[in-house]
């Protein structure tokens, strides 16, 4: 390597929140970013993919008057770099041609200066961009102040030809806009495609993530920047907002990035939890709620969504709600309240009894000559999606449902019921991994949580066998397999698609893959009527794993 640089370039990365749909909020981000690098001497300022119109858009982005939307703003933008401040790399919707592209768009000198246009548009999991874009063609580099700058968009680095493309045609540096949703060890396969690139290409390369909830998806940040001898001189956290500059210096064997901040990186359990907290938030900030309403049952899974709510917006946003029926027990009575004081949040109680023998009496001259059965439990359940309902109504909080996935799996829920909500956190939580968030809540709290710090779930609640008390001494387990059995048989139905001969090579027993294939099978239409929630797994419920309503096809049948 030389021993002295023959340029400078000061590149700063705006890894933030955007709001979908919000062109004038987004604008005023990027002007406050721009302000604040510039003030830094930047030169550059680096945003997220589709940043202008908030990601992803899903068909907001047809609307014709949307397209045009972005594009004044865009223009107005464009037109404001003229001041002599930093340029930006933008990423908007824009037509040309009469074609719609997710484009990355330099901003300089008063003028849109360059366009490029994502080509590799993804159609897997998440994703359905080949219905809303049009593949752009192969990029070459974009001419910026000396410097020839390679910007695949996202999905672009995910195989070799893009990143191939720009170093054949001459880029020096790679600018890559992101809008990567968070799922459990993501920052690993990223950061293996990213050295992947790297180690082909020999070029230097900068990876910049939104951050942020929408709708069900989470993305994390964790931008960073790896150099061409894949050295890590730059870390950004992920789940936090941050503008960051970072030092190019340009030497005989091309561009390095010096060192800087290399903050640490949440992973499993934490970074579950913190995108549950941050999907939560940004659902009930970005859609106006003024706080959130939940059922306290005295249960792990409404102790750890009352943890979640209250890390997200603070206990005084948050009112759990105990509604005993003849069924509650004394102690749930007790984990309720006790979950209720150590969270701070305020706490009523609603009693049910009354209302249920209503019901049951209402009913009565038809239900004549037949027995109790689920019918009169789910009367319960409803009563009390209702009165929550109700509350919601009234006050206008969001009802937060806090069934979990294993539950949402297997059926073990109530449509109606404990199933109403605007929200769920834990829906794409298996049972056993509730039971380690809340150890992990009682011992740690991802940063910017707005809740108390310590053990706020009490013992007895992560020890007492799980139940929906809805008739005498029931337990979970009087319907469904020890939980720890049910989630490895459903991580490897759901997660990884296994045969069922192969889960019982596994070890399982066939009768029990069988039956829990079945109800997995059986239960797609209660699925379909769930609240949205946070996405961390592989396969969540809905936008990952689309299955039929009527759906005869049984494995092996």
């Keep these: 390597m030389s021993s ?19 062109i004038a909020g987004n604008m005023r981000r990027v002007r406050e ?20 119109a908030g990601y992803p858009p899903e068909d907001l982005v047809l609307k014709p008057a949307f397209q045009a939307a972005c594009r004044r703003a865009v223009e107005e933008l464009a037109a404001e770099t003229a001041d002599g401040g930093p340029a930006l790399l933008l990423g908007a919707p824009w037509v040309e041609d009469g074609r719609l592209y997710n484009a990355a768009l330099l901003l300089d000198g008063g003028a849109v200066a360059a ?65 990567s949703p968070y799922r459990r060890d993501v920052q690993d396969a990223r950061l293996n495609v990213a050295v992947a690139r790297v180690v082909e290409s020999g070029l230097p390369l900068a990876y910049v993530n939104a951050v942020g909830g929408q709708d069900e998806l989470v993305f994390d940040g964790g931008s960073f920047v790896l150099n061409a001898d894949r050295s890590l001189p730059v870390q950004l956290p992920n789940f936090q907002e941050r503008v960051r500059i970072t030092r190019w210096e340009r030497w005989a064997d091309g561009w390095r990035c010096e060192e800087g901040a290399r903050a640490p990186l949440l992973a499993g359990d934490e970074a579950d939890y913190a995108a549950c907290v941050l999907g939560l938030r940004d659902y009930v900030e970005k859609n106006g709620f003024p706080g959130v309403v939940l059922g306290l049952s005295g249960g792990i899974d409404s102790a750890l969504a009352a943890a979640m709510a209250v890390d997200a917006l603070g206990p005084a946003r948050v009112h759990g709600v105990m509604l005993p029926s003849r069924f509650t027990s004394d102690e749930s009575l007790a984990d309720a309240a006790a979950v209720a004081q150590a969270l701070g949040l305020r706490y009523d109680i609603l009693p049910i009894g009354q209302a249920v023998e209503a019901l049951e009496q209402g009913l009565a001259p038809l239900f004549a000559g037949r027995g109790r059965d689920v019918t009169e439990e789910n009367l319960q359940s409803r009563l009390r999606g209702t009165l929550l309902m109700a509350l919601s109504n009234k006050f206008g909080a969001m009802v937060v449902t806090t069934g979990n996935k294993s539950e949402m799996a297997t ?45 706020v779930i009490p013992d007895n609640i992560l020890t007492k066998p799980p139940t929906a008390e809805l008739r005498e001494n029931q337990t979970d387990q009087d319907s469904l397999p020890p939980y720890e059995v049910l989630d490895a048989i459903l991580e490897r139905l759901v997660e990884r698609e296994m045969p069922l001969d192969a889960i019982i090579t596994d070890g399982f027993e066939p009768a029990l893959v069988a039956r829990v294939e079945r109800l997995l099978t059986l239960a797609e239409y209660k699925r379909r009527q769930a609240a949205p929630g946070v996405k961390v797994t592989a396969r969540h419920f809905g936008r990952d794993r689309r299955y039929p309503l009527t759906n005869r096809f049984r494995e092996g049948a």
């Excluded at 970013?33 to 202008?52: I, N, P």
């Excluded at 695949?152 to 540096?173: F, K, N, R, Y």
């Design 411 to 455: 059926g073990y829920a109530t449509l109606y019921g404990d199933m109403n909500g605007g929200f769920n956190p834990l829906k794409d939580l298996y049972k056993t991994q509730v039971f380690r968030l809340c150890a992990l809540r009682n011992r740690w709290k991802p940063a910017g949580a707005l809740g108390p710090d310590g053990a």
């Design 4 to 22: 002295t640089p023959a340029d400078q370039l000061l590149i700063a990365f705006a890894q933030l929140n955007p709001v979908v749909g919000d």
């Design 115 to 179: 366009t490029r246009f994502k080509v590799d548009l993804p159609t897997y999991g998440v994703f359905d961009e080949k219905r809303l874009f049009t593949p752009g063609p192969m990029p070459g580099p974009m001419a910026f102040r000396g410097v020839r700058l390679g910007v695949p968009v996202c999905e672009d680095i995910w195989s070799p030809d893009v990143v191939e493309c720009l170093m054949e045609t001459g880029a020096e540096i790679l600018l890559i806009p992101n809008g």
């Design 33 to 52: 970013a721009r302000a604040l690098a510039g003030g830094q001497g930047a030169d550059l300022v680096v945003f997220t993919e589709l940043f202008l």
